[in-house]
């Protein structure tokens, strides 16, 4: 099956490649200039060039394909370069939507979000908005919500990856962020982050699968951890015992938004909104459907956090015990 992915040279995109070609299949990717050099098996690709605004370029991506993937999504908008929540989340599935209408290509899968509503936060309306048209398209689609992703980053944004640059290596205290006045729950939210391979996984396997068309399906790990279960998590993989404080989410939200023009603090407004609000799912119909049993969050699936001094006396110590 040829399969055009749109958003394939990024974190989970490079995931979905390796899934698509371990199942047989044959990518087809947009790339966009200049992110060539992301892709980790350039041999085994079918490379489009060309933006998400381009419709010629969406045009030969999706010719004579069998499947499309709209995979496309950022965390922070940069509206100066046009990289914003409408323009790439909804305008651009759309276009994606519209023109494998055009050309005939009946199946669909879309890359949302836990948590996406008409009414919440920027992000989230727009993944919303894309899942609605892609509902009333007419295509045979799948819509899929993942809660946190996580795994190694290969080089990519990840969050695991950034929380440790962000909140855990820095010498001052993580934030355990509440609403309202008392921090009686500070940190309390909680996730039920999802390993990549396994949303990777969802997105081939559903290809082979009928019965997944016009279904939304929750990804969500088998562990639901608190925020501050993150944190100690994160801190204990780097070896080290991580001082953590209540921090008022309102006050944070307000800083963050004075200070979001410059582009220095480390979160959003609505990234903390979205944070505090706790990212949870049940993903177990969707992965006992798909046949995959989920990777459990914990350090174990995090060993790509381990600091590299650790990594090489372990091999210098498996060396000399050989």
Known sequence: MRVAVIGGTGFVGNYLVDALLAHGHTPVL?????????LRRPESVYQVPGRVEDDDALRRCLEGVDAAVYNVGILREQPRRGITFTALHENGARRAIDTATELGVKRFLLMSANGVRPDGTPYQRTKFAAEEYLRASGLEWTIFRPSLIFGDPRGQMEFCSMLREQMIRPPIPAPLFYEGLLPLDAGGFTFTPVHVRDVAEAFVRSLARPETVGEVLHLGGPVAISWRGIIRT???????RKLALPAPAGVVRRVAALMEPLGVFPVTADQ????TEGN?????????R???TPTPFGPDALGYLRPVRGARARARAAGQGS
Do not use: H, K, N, Q
């Open 30 to 38: 947009m790339v966009r200039p200049g992110s060539g050099g992301r």
């Open 234 to 240: 994160l801190a204990g993989i780097g070896g080290r």
């Open 272 to 275: 903390v909104r979205m944070l």
């Open 280 to 288: 949870s799912c049940d993903g177990r119909p969707a992965f006992e």
């Open 290 to 292: 798909l046949g995959i």
